[in-house]
């Protein structure tokens, strides 16, 4: 763990050297995975290409497929996860730079066009990258994943990150809670805090 850790460092330190705004405080994001999924996944490479759509996306990475001059790379928004296409030709050589230093866990932000690869996978071509944070600690191995129970229940935070069911759980009951506290509302009745009263 020390030595990924020293590696990440180091990494961010060369991003630093490159002139990288390493915590950017904004990034404009227009769009979410979700949204886009649901709207042009219907179309084939041939209807989509000519529709020109731009997207602007922001999150964290979840798996690199490195091929050399470009790379096909997941990254998650905190709803659903979506594939990015990098090439060497497409971006400035900066921005190239820097995807050659990030590493799964870390979250950017990219814009792009979006098009349909031979597989049928919804993608966007970026052609513009932000680098927004730089993950320290490295996720939890995809195979496995977060199996400890103790380990999911003290780091929720990663439990949340790498298990899709515990994701939609915790939304489940955020949306439970609200409906339970609309019908109360719609009642007449108020919530307080008891302490006060």
């Known amino acids: 763990m020390e030595e990924h850790m020293k590696v990440r460092l180091e990494k961010l330190q060369k991003l630093e050297e490159l002139g990288v705004e390493i915590y950017p405080y904004d990034f404009d994001k227009s769009n979410n995975a979700r949204d886009l999924i ?17 997207a602007s996306i922001a999150g964290r990475i979840t798996a690199m497929r490195k091929m050399g001059k470009s790379s096909f790379i997941h990254i998650f928004d905190g709803e659903e996860k979506i594939q990015i296409y990098i090439k060497k030709d497409k971006v400035s ?11 799964i866990g870390d979250i950017i932000g990219v814009n792009g066009q979006l098009f349909v690869t031979h597989s049928g996978e919804l ?66 009745y108020r919530e307080v805090e008891t302490p006060m009263m």
């Open 123 to 188: 993608t966007i071509n970026v052609e513009k990258l932000t680098f927004l944070t730089k993950s320290l600690h490295p996720l939890p191995e995809k195979f496995h994943g977060l199996v400890d129970i103790e380990q999911r229940y003290r780091k929720r935070y990663l439990d949340l990150i790498m298990n899709e069911n515990a994701r939609k759980n915790f939304e489940l009951r955020s949306l439970m809670i609200q409906e339970i506290r609309m019908f109360f509302y719609e009642k007449g």
């Open 93 to 103: 050589e900066n921005d190239f730079l820097t995807y050659k230093l990030l590493d």
């Open 38 to 54: 649901t709207e042009y996944s219907k179309f084939s490479k041939e209807e989509l290409e000519p529709k020109e759509v731009k």
